[in-house]
């Protein structure tokens, strides 16, 4: 089924669709510690989205951001209980919608 | 579709067997409930063909015999490891009486997505709802009785680490394998857009001869698992990409994330039901620990804290036993007056003695600390501080397990290589594994440079060794092909170590150390002295001289040590000890030949073990690779090394 070479993007092609939809959309780099924010959309690697997926990782869930090294390390955080690091270029594709504090 | 059971219970020694598998998460005390399960009763091995450990083990309670095999602990039942792939086809083909589904009550959530797969797969289950009392230490209350309802399985409450709910877990698996009770298990449904597809790949699917349940196989193929799309025809294939492309359509992400996200929705109503938020979470004392060793810079000087003083406890710890054990010896030599009986003396009982007194003071200290961190589970925090640095040599943070777990032996650390997910990413971190310096050749650093140079010299050779492993690491990620996967890696909770879990994993590390190193001592003790006595050796000291005497400024009777060191790296100085009938090395090597020596043991090429161990991993050919470039290296720096310290000194 290589026939496609535009499919390359991966399987997300609508990421405009859906920045029409919900508006600005920040990667888990971009949450401060302590921040949280609904999953939207999953961009990368299929095989790496789908492992996210499978730990629970999946449009939305509320995701925590618990921890993270500067300088292009990691992040933690904090998904349906459980606590997952993630590395940075993985984290890049998972892309939130700042969640405020008060809902 | 439903796939008669086989009669597996058979009769042996009046006993009724059965079979029982653990299956769940990583992290979910599954080895903890095995080991309470089966005791000492344990075998480890291989899968068949695989390199991924296989345990076994068996109880006998209320007159049945059991057997347990302990299947990896994996979050899902797709395809993308090996482990996954070997626990469903074990569950699948082998048929066991009953699968022990352990889940941690703390995670319900993310441990119930593999309960629903093992559903899926019609497996015959009872869960273990594995560390309640943690779950309560978060606030969290999970209701097994309605969760056995709802999921429809046996549901029961343990606490593994004491051995709590264990007896009545056995008994209902029992009951289950002679089906005294029987399993309504909850139909797994989706949503009516995918549900519609899996109907008609269930369609499609009635002529196929597959072993897997149809309904199974309609689903991972809509998810694209590759290992079911072997197992069906091309046609069946075709329908299913067209269908989950027609649901990527309609939802606007890929079929298997759809599939993902529903079965999350479906355990969001079983928690819903069955688990009770009963305290908001609070940051507790752990927390605030964990907070400190993750630090971003605080982590760090606690990392490298942990380490240096791990090193200086094993150096001086090792020290003071081994001198102990030296003195003991020493006053038991008996006086012996035949040639032929010192030589048997000095040999065998030598090699006997040098083992005693160099390898125990160091390697048990060693993987009790290495058990102690792991217990823990502080190895995951220094995996998340220093995945930015692993990424510069291609790999990431996981790869400093089998890096940490190198400085005690490479088997081991090679065979922890697979926790990475790339076959790329397991080669680098097994490559740069070879360079990490063993307990073995610790040994020969501790023993010649730190007791008779100065302990600042072996530090500086451990620190010279780190650059060289960045290094190497560094040129394996250039010249290797493939792909790297970045880091997704689950954090387990901090805890305190228990005494009984540290020793037994210690045990299980230094066991096969101990049964294989001994016989290799007091044999290869004997054959050389008995050798040397019969004047063979010196030739092919001669022989060598070249490159040892030379180009590396050692001693002529360091050849044959270098030698049996392929055999095990303290061979090196073990040998020379019992040659000279003794272990004060200044005797023999001046400062410089002892760094140089040191420096050449640490790299010259793997151990026999180890490079066995590479061959099975990566072949024939890479196991070369990599010994032959070990070679070449150490015998070039090597020499450069001497030529500096003697300018330098």
Same mark, same amino acid.
């Given at each position: 089924?290589?026939?496609?070479?535009?499919?390359?993007?991966?399987?997300?092609?609508?990421?405009?669709?859906?920045?029409?939809?919900?508006?600005?959309?920040?990667?888990?780099?971009?949450?401060?510690?302590?921040? &949280?924010?609904?999953?939207?959309?999953? *961009?990368?690697?299929?095989?790496?989205?789908?492992?996210?997926?499978?730990?629970?990782?999946?449009?939305?869930?509320?995701?925590?951001?618990?921890?993270?090294?500067?300088?292009?390390?990691?992040?933690?955080?904090?998904?349906?209980?459980? &606590?997952?690091?993630?590395? &940075?270029?993985?984290?890049?594709?998972?892309?939130?919608?700042?969640?405020?504090?008060?809902? | 579709?439903?796939?008669?059971?086989?009669?597996?219970?058979?009769?042996?020694?009046?006993?009724?067997?059965?079979?029982?598998?653990?299956?769940?998460?990583?992290?979910?005390?599954?080895?903890?409930?095995?080991?309470?399960?089966?005791?000492?009763?344990?075998?480890?091995?291989?899968?068949?063909?695989?390199?991924?450990?296989?345990?076994?083990?068996?109880?006998?309670?209320?007159?049945?015999?059991?057997?347990?095999?302990?299947?990896?602990?994996?979050?899902?039942?797709?395809?993308?490891?090996?482990?996954?792939?070997?626990?469903?086809?074990?569950?699948?083909?082998?048929?066991?009486?009953?699968?022990?589904?352990?889940?941690?009550?703390?995670?319900?959530?993310?441990?119930?997505?593999?309960?629903?797969?093992?559903?899926?797969?019609?497996?015959?289950?009872?869960?273990?709802?594995?560390?309640?009392?943690?779950? *309560?230490?978060?606030?969290?209350?999970?209701?097994?009785?309605?969760?056995?309802?709802?999921?429809?399985?046996?549901?029961?409450?343990?606490?593994?680490?004491?051995?709590?709910?264990?007896? *009545?877990?056995?008994?209902?698996?029992?009951?289950?394998?002679?089906?005294?009770?029987?399993?309504?298990?909850?139909?797994?449904?989706?949503?009516?857009?995918?549900?519609?597809?899996?109907?008609?790949?269930?369609?499609?699917?009635?002529?196929?001869?597959?072993?897997?349940?149809?309904?199974?196989?309609?689903?991972?193929?809509?998810?694209?698992?590759?290992?079911? &799309?072997?197992?069906?025809?091309?046609?069946?294939?075709?329908?299913?990409?067209?269908?989950?492309?027609?649901?990527?359509?309609?939802?606007?992400?890929?079929?298997?994330?759809?599939?993902?996200?529903?079965?999350?929705?479906?355990?969001?109503?079983?928690?819903?039901?069955?688990?009770?938020?009963?305290?908001?979470?609070?940051?507790?004392?752990?927390?605030?620990?964990? #907070?400190?060793?993750?630090?971003?810079?605080?982590?760090?000087?606690?990392?490298?804290?942990?380490?240096?003083?791990?090193?200086?406890?094993?150096?001086?710890?090792?020290?003071?036993?081994?001198?102990?054990?030296?003195?003991?010896?020493?006053?038991?030599?008996?006086?012996?007056?035949?040639?032929?009986?010192?030589?048997?003396?000095?040999?065998?009982?030598?090699?006997?003695?040098?083992?005693?007194?160099?390898?125990?003071?160091?390697?048990?200290?060693?993987?009790?600390?290495?058990?102690?961190?792991?217990?823990?589970?502080?190895?995951?925090?220094?995996?998340?501080?220093?995945?930015?640095?692993?990424?510069?040599?291609?790999?990431?943070?996981?790869?400093?397990?089998?890096?940490?777990?190198?400085?005690?032996?490479?088997?081991?650390?090679?065979?922890?290589?697979?926790?990475?997910?790339?076959?790329? *990413?397991?080669?680098?971190?097994?490559?740069?594994?070879?360079?990490?310096?063993?307990?073995?050749?610790?040994?020969?650093?501790?023993?010649?440079?730190?007791?008779?140079?100065?302990?600042?010299?072996?530090?500086?050779?451990?620190?010279?060794?780190?650059?060289?492993?960045?290094?190497?690491?560094?040129?394996?990620?250039?010249?290797?092909?493939?792909?790297?996967?970045?880091?997704?890696?689950?954090?387990?909770?901090?805890?305190?170590?228990?005494?009984?879990?540290?020793? =037994?994993?210690?045990?299980?590390?230094?066991?096969?150390?101990?049964?294989?190193?001994?016989?290799?001592?007091?044999?290869?003790?004997?054959?050389?002295?008995?050798?040397?006595?019969?004047?063979?050796? #010196?030739?092919?000291?001669?022989?060598?001289?070249?490159?040892?005497?030379?180009?590396?400024?050692?001693?002529?009777?360091?050849?044959?040590?270098?030698?049996?060191?392929?055999?095990?790296?303290?061979?090196?100085?073990?040998?020379?000890?019992?040659?000279?009938?003794?272990?004060?090395?200044?005797?023999?090597?001046?400062?410089? #030949?002892?760094?140089?020596?040191?420096?050449?043991?640490?790299?010259?090429?793997?151990?026999?073990? =180890?490079?066995?161990?590479?061959?099975?991993?990566?072949?024939?050919?890479?196991?070369?690779?990599?010994?032959?470039?070990?070679?070449?290296?150490?015998?070039?720096?090597?020499?450069?090394?001497?030529?500096?310290?003697?300018?330098?000194?």
């Amino acid at each position: 089924m290589k026939n496609n070479g535009a499919e390359h993007s991966g399987p997300y092609r609508h990421r405009h669709r859906y920045r029409q939809r919900f508006g600005d959309l920040v990667s888990l780099l971009e949450l401060k510690n302590g921040q &949280k924010g609904v999953v939207v959309l999953l *961009e990368g690697d299929e095989k790496v989205i789908r492992r996210l997926s499978e730990l629970g990782i999946v449009p939305d869930t509320v995701v925590e951001v618990i921890n993270s090294i500067p300088f292009g390390g990691p992040v933690e955080i904090l998904v349906r209980g459980s &606590k997952l690091v993630i590395g &940075k270029d993985i984290a890049k594709g998972v892309l939130v919608r700042v969640e405020s504090d008060e809902e | 579709m439903s796939a008669c059971h086989k009669p597996s219970s058979t009769k042996k020694d009046d006993k009724v067997s059965f079979v029982m598998a653990l299956a769940g998460n990583a992290n979910v005390g599954k080895s903890t409930l095995f080991n309470q399960l089966t005791g000492l009763h344990q075998h480890v091995g291989n899968w068949p063909g695989k390199t991924v450990e296989r345990r076994e083990g068996s109880l006998v309670v209320d007159g049945y015999a059991i057997d347990i095999i302990d299947l990896p602990g994996i979050y899902s039942l797709s395809t993308f490891s090996i482990e996954e792939l070997i626990s469903r086809e074990y569950i699948v083909f082998d048929r066991p009486d009953v699968v022990i589904n352990v889940v941690d009550a703390s995670v319900l959530e993310r441990n119930l997505y593999f309960t629903l797969q093992l559903l899926e797969l019609q497996a015959p289950i009872v869960i273990a709802l594995n560390m309640v009392d943690l779950a *309560e230490d978060k606030g969290l209350s999970v209701d097994a009785k309605k969760l056995s309802e709802l999921l429809g399985v046996p549901v029961v409450p343990t606490v593994a680490s004491k051995g709590i709910g264990i007896y *009545e877990l056995i008994r209902q698996a029992i009951n289950l394998a002679e089906h005294k009770i029987k399993l309504r298990p909850m139909n797994v449904t989706y949503s009516k857009d995918v549900e519609e597809r899996i109907k008609k790949l269930m369609e499609l699917l009635k002529d196929e001869n597959i072993y897997y349940p149809i309904r199974f196989v309609a689903v991972k193929l809509l998810e694209g698992d590759e290992d079911i &799309k072997r197992r069906v025809s091309k046609k069946v294939v075709e329908t299913a990409e067209k269908l989950a492309k027609e649901i990527e359509e309609i939802r606007g992400i890929p079929a298997p994330i759809v599939i993902a996200s529903e079965r999350y929705a479906i355990i969001g109503k079983i928690i819903k039901e069955a688990q009770k938020v009963l305290a908001p979470y609070k940051i507790g004392l752990i927390e605030k620990i964990d #907070q400190l060793l993750t630090h971003k810079i605080l982590g760090y000087l606690i990392m490298v804290a942990v380490f240096f003083s791990s090193f200086y406890a094993i150096f001086t710890f090792g020290d003071y036993l081994s001198t102990i054990l030296s003195e003991a010896f020493d006053t038991i030599k008996p006086s012996i007056i035949s040639v032929t009986g010192e030589i048997l003396w000095e040999g065998f009982f030598g090699g006997f003695i040098a083992g005693v007194t160099l390898l125990i003071p160091f390697v048990i200290p060693f993987y009790f600390l290495l058990s102690v961190l792991e217990d823990v589970g502080y190895l995951p925090r220094v995996a998340f501080l220093l995945d930015n640095v692993m990424h510069k040599v291609g790999l990431h943070g996981k790869a400093i397990i089998p890096l940490i777990m190198g400085y005690g032996c490479s088997v081991p650390a090679c065979y922890a290589c697979r926790i990475m997910e790339t076959p790329r *990413e397991r080669l680098i971190s097994a490559f740069a594994v070879t360079f990490i310096p063993c307990t073995a050749r610790l040994v020969v650093i501790y023993g010649l440079v730190g007791t008779f140079v100065g302990i600042e010299w072996a530090y500086l050779l451990l620190l010279v060794n780190l650059v060289i492993v960045i290094g190497m690491a560094k040129l394996a990620f250039k010249v290797c092909p493939g792909e790297s996967m970045g880091l997704i890696m689950e954090v387990p909770p901090l805890r305190l170590p228990a005494l009984k879990t540290v020793l =037994t994993q210690t045990w299980n590390n230094i066991k096969s150390i101990m049964y294989v190193v001994f016989p290799i001592y007091i044999l290869g003790g004997g054959i050389l002295a008995m050798l040397y006595s019969l004047n063979v050796l #010196q030739p092919v000291e001669g022989l060598m001289a070249p490159l040892t005497v030379e180009w590396l400024g050692l001693p002529a009777y360091t050849g044959i040590p270098l030698l049996f060191g392929v055999v095990r790296k303290e061979m090196i100085i073990i040998m020379p000890a019992i040659l000279f009938g003794t272990t004060n090395f200044e005797l023999l090597f001046t400062p410089i #030949q002892m760094i140089t020596l040191a420096f050449v043991a640490m790299y010259y090429v793997p151990c026999v073990s =180890t490079f066995m161990i590479l061959k099975k991993e990566f072949g024939w050919k890479t196991a070369c690779y990599i010994a032959i470039s070990q070679l070449a290296f150490a015998t070039f720096i090597g020499g450069l090394f001497y030529r500096a310290l003697h300018a330098l000194l």
